[in-house]
């Protein structure tokens, strides 16, 4: 295993955060302002994984650590991806495609993209132009995407790391993909776990990044009461929770979890093992 690095890039719900158009939802803690989900993995070797898509993800790209300062060049920007993992096609989660083809041009090659095959058939319906031809995309300034499609259960290799996964419930939304890479696993937009999961899959884990939308229960996503539970369950040695509603006030949170579970955050940096 190597030591990889965990950026949080987009910690925030489908509507972001935090709302307009009501003055007693906004917030002024920048750590309430949250894009829309998304996390990049950048490896040892400058090896790049983003985890999503979505409509924020030019923005996350552009300045992952939400460091930069208006109309400054932003240093930290990705310049490369060696491939997605899509865990879903909802739009926050896949919207984002297009923003890909920048990173075509920098790099002069295709991006390989892991979804199951259910969600693969989606964007491949949605996204068409995505999926032509590299010689052919790269003429029309289009994104030039490899579909690779993934089955619960079954391992592969990203860079060196082999990556499982594995099926979740988004309750009456559908279904999600979990991954596990390494000591890593990453679970959003999910109501409901299987139970041989728990046990044979998300054993052993040492960071987990778990939804978590609020304290009132929601049918498609996890509270922070069932959320607690799962954490329970999993026994990670750290875990960080994301997908918060505007409800979730940043600076409200520090003092009521543990010290082990962390309100994350947009641009919060995790050194993982994979």
């Given at each position: 295993m190597a030591e990889w690095e965990l950026i949080l890039?987009?910690?925030?719900?489908?509507?972001?955060?935090?709302?307009?158009?009501?003055?007693?939802?906004w917030s002024n803690d920048p750590r309430d302002h949250r894009r829309r989900s998304g996390a990049i993995l950048k490896g040892p070797g400058g090896e790049v994984i983003l985890i999503d898509a979505g409509p924020d993800l030019m923005h996350q790209l552009r300045d992952p650590y939400k460091r930069t300062k208006m109309y400054e060049y932003p240093t930290d920007c990705i310049c490369r991806c060696d491939g997605v993992l899509i865990t879903h096609d909802h739009a926050d989660h896949c919207h984002g495609l297009n923003d890909l083809r920048h990173l075509n041009r920098l790099m002069g090659s295709e991006i390989p993209l892991y979804a199951h095959e259910s969600h693969l058939n989606t964007l491949l319906q949605m996204f068409p132009y995505c999926f032509r031809d590299a010689h052919a995309v790269y003429e029309m300034s289009s994104p030039a995407l490899r579909a690779i499609p993934i089955k619960d259960g079954e391992n592969f290799n990203i860079c060196g790391i082999d990556v499982q996964s594995f099926y979740m419930s988004h309750g009456p939304a559908g279904r999600t993909s979990g991954f596990r890479l390494g000591k890593l696993a990453y679970l959003t937009d999910l109501k409901e776990i299987p139970e041989e999961t728990l046990e044979t899959v998300?054993?052993?884990?040492?960071?987990?990044?778990?939804?978590?939308?609020?304290?009132?229960?929601?049918?498609t996503h996890l509270n922070w009461e069932e959320a607690e539970t799962l954490i329970q369950r999993i026994k990670p040695l750290t875990c960080y929770l994301v997908h918060m509603?505007?409800?979730?006030?940043?600076?409200?949170?520090?003092?009521?979890?543990?010290d082990n579970i962390i309100m994350s955050y947009d641009g919060l940096s995790v050194q993982v093992q994979l």
């Open positions: 890039t987009g910690t925030g719900t489908s509507h972001g955060n935090p709302p307009w158009g009501n003055p007693n939802m998300l054993n052993d884990i040492e960071v987990l990044v778990i939804d978590m939308l609020r304290d009132e229960t929601h049918e509603g505007y409800e979730v006030c940043h600076s409200e949170w520090l003092d009521r979890l543990p």
